[in-house]
């Protein structure tokens, strides 16, 4: 059974930093995309970082480019989001995800449509 572990959520201050971490088990994704989405209250989920199966490509939203950092360790099949000059605007769940398919492109993946999902992990910034 697939699970992702999402850790390193929390309250923070504007302008503070985290580091989210998502350990995967159950099936090996070092040939998967993976990523992170967020879900605001009231809001719909938006893709907010993906990597490609060989770190070679990486993919972010538009609100926090230049601000987070994905990267992943085969290794240890985990995928990091390093968020730095945390905003109120970044307060959401962060859900870890992995493509179902091996070497999928990052547009697909950021639609959603066909990945694992984490449970979620809440971060607050407050002001």
């Known amino acids: 059974q697939v699970q992702l572990v999402e850790s390193g959520g929390g309250l923070v201050q504007a302008g503070g930093s985290l580091r989210l971490s998502c350990a995967a088990s159950?099936?090996?994704?070092?040939?998967?995309?993976m990523g992170w989405f967020r879900q605001a209250p009231g809001k719909e989920r938006e893709s907010v970082a993906g990597i490609s199966w060989n770190g070679g490509s990486a993919y972010y939203g538009d609100s926090v480019k230049g601000r987070f950092t994905i990267s992943r360790d085969n290794a240890k099949n985990t995928v990091y989001l390093q968020m730095n000059s945390l905003k109120p605007e970044d307060t959401a769940v962060y859900y870890c995800?992995?493509?179902?398919?091996?070497?999928?492109?990052?547009?697909?993946?950021?639609?959603?449509?066909?990945?694992?999902w984490g449970q979620g992990t809440q971060v607050t910034v407050s002001s």
């Open positions: 159950g099936r090996t994704f070092s040939s998967s995309t």
């Open positions: 995800a992995a493509a179902r398919t091996i070497r999928g492109g990052l547009g697909y993946f950021v639609t959603g449509e066909n990945n694992y």
